[in-house]
């Protein structure tokens, strides 16, 4: 069973461009999250969808982000009119069901994003 | 809001010692999850150790162990027999149990395995 698949794993902008992060969930699991790591910091939530479906956007920043999960194919984070600020590891993680607290959270490999 | 605080950013140890990695949280809720993940040069994060709040029984994986004082709100992780391996960030997590769906993450601890 595969686990999940983030591409690609290093990505490369320039200010002012748009960057578009995708993440294929693990099989059978149909919930996903975004967590944002800036450099020597923790892993902060970003956003948790469902196939078709935002469940919560609190940690996502108000401007310029958004986050889709398509009833077919990935999960995708896209960033547009990306600054230097938004330089950073995204790592997606899914789940089975709606993870309620023990149930597992299996992380993808990340995306380094580099803005220039 | 919840919040997860690692009070140390590096820490050293003698290959084959015994290291304690320290982790205090604050919550209001009665029942929540903790967790320790490992994130190694690679980036991958790899979950160490769970924790369920209402077992008071600490818990144990192979070299790695957790002390949980639910009172102090305090879970550190213990590694045993420390080997190069071991050799990463580790970060404490907090996760609640009914309505939050989030994990929240503390700043890591780096660790050196010294050989």
């Known amino acids: 069973n595969a686990g999940v698949m983030q591409n690609p794993r290093h990505l490369v902008r320039r200010r002012g461009q748009e960057a578009r992060l995708r993440c294929s969930p693990m099989?059978?699991?149909?919930?996903v999250y975004w967590y944002r790591q800036l450099p020597e910091e923790g892993l902060k939530f970003m956003v948790y969808?469902?196939?078709?479906?935002?469940?919560?956007e609190s940690g996502m920043p108000k401007e310029r982000f958004s986050a889709e999960f398509p009833k077919e194919g990935p999960s995708i984070l896209r960033i547009q009119q990306v600054v230097r600020g938004d330089s950073a590891a995204y790592f997606c993680?899914?789940?089975?069901?709606?993870?309620?607290?023990?149930?597992?959270?299996?992380f993808g490999p990340g995306t380094r994003l580099t803005v220039l | 809001a919840q919040t997860v605080t690692q009070s140390q950013p590096e820490m050293s140890v003698q290959e084959a010692e015994t290291v304690t990695l320290s982790c205090t949280y604050d919550?209001?809720?009665?029942?929540?999850?903790l967790f320790w993940y490992k994130q190694p040069p690679s980036r991958q994060m790899i979950l160490v150790i769970r924790?369920?709040?209402?077992?008071?029984q600490n818990a144990t994986e192979n070299r790695f162990s957790v002390n949980f004082q639910k009172a102090a709100k305090s879970f550190s992780l213990k590694i045993s027999d420390s080997q190069l391996g071991d050799a990463a960030m580790y970060f404490c997590?907090?996760?609640?149990?009914?309505?939050?769906?989030?994990?929240?993450f503390g700043k890591g601890t780096r660790l050196h395995i010294l050989p």
């Open positions: 993680a899914s789940s089975p069901i709606r993870s309620s607290g023990m149930y597992t959270q299996y």
């Open positions: 099989k059978g699991h149909s919930h």
């Open positions: 969808l469902q196939k078709e479906n935002i469940i919560d």
């Open positions: 919550t209001s809720e009665s029942d929540y999850y």
């Open positions: 924790q369920e709040a209402y077992k008071q």
């Open positions: 997590a907090y996760r609640g149990a009914y309505r939050d769906d989030k994990i929240i």
